[in-house]
Every structure is written in structure tokens, then in C-alpha cells.
């Protein structure tokens, strides 16, 4: 079983296909490392060559890749690369819409001090990743979607006033 360092590029293989992911940092977030995560995806495994010299569409994320590691279905690709050119934006958010509508996001550094509370986001705070930590089946689920932090659902007007806690009955 491998043990994801910083630098490592490494597939989660999922539904017959291979995600990619290039770990940025030690595991800071309940288990999740610091991760670029690449919208790309192939049947069968790419070299590091293919995958850094492709698109760098993609998201930052804390991934815990516990159950692809468990599972034997994480591969490390390469060890020590570069990760200077995935630096993230140096801020997440968070949104406080546990039981209900996003009534207000938090923005924080990435020691997760907070550094200021907002009603709406500025679009420069809508590319601000998520400050939660994902699993790979929630990576493999965000990259089959295309998921950005810029089209989350909860910043659509409609979702905003309708969206409900679903585990709370009525």
C-alpha cells in the first residue's frame, strides 16, 4: 500500500478509467492531502510525460485516498515532481448551508484561520477551493462532472433558496 507524499502524481482507478491527481502537501484535513486534481481521465494508465504536458483544467482539493489505497486502486506515477506550478490561490471558503440555503460564506488562509465573512462572493472568491476534505469516490465524481469551485451548486440563485437539508425529515 502506498502512503501519498507531496510531489507524488498518482491514478485513482475508478469505473474502468483512471483519474489523476498531483499531491501538493501532507495530509492536513482530517486525512485529506492538499491535491490538484485533473479533469482528465484515460482507459488505461498515462505516463507523467502525457498527463503534465496535457490541459491544466482541474480543481484543488483535500483528498483522503484511504479507500483507493485499501483497495489497491492508487497508483503512484511518479515521485518528486515539480508542484510549484499547481499552487492554489491561497484561500478556501466554506459556506454555512448545513440545515438550509447559503446564508453566508467564510473565507479562510490555508492555515484555516478565518479572514473574513461574506454574504456574497466576489467572482475572485468563487475560484477559492472548498475547505472540506473529499474521499476519491467524491474526486472521481467531481472530475466525471467537471466540477469547479467557481460552478458549485451553491452559488446558483435558484439552489440558494431552495436547497434543504435532506437527513432532517419534514
Known sequence: MIVPQPGDLVAVQAHEKYYYAIILERIRLFGGNWTFVFHRTSAIPLTSVEILAGPRA???????????????????????????????????????????????WFISDMEFKPVRRVIRLSEEEKRYPLNQRIDDVGMVRMVDTRWTPENDERLSPRLRRTRRFSGLGS
Open 58 to 104: 482541474g480543481f484543488h482539493a483535500y483528498v483522503d485516498f484511504m479507500w483507493a489505497k485499501k483497495e489497491g486502486r492508487l497508483t503512484r506515477i511518479e515521485r518528486k515532481v515539480d508542484t510549484s506550478q499547481f499552487a492554489g490561490p491561497g484561500s478556501l471558503k466554506s459556506a454555512n448551508d448545513l440545515l438550509g440555503p447559503v446564508r453566508g
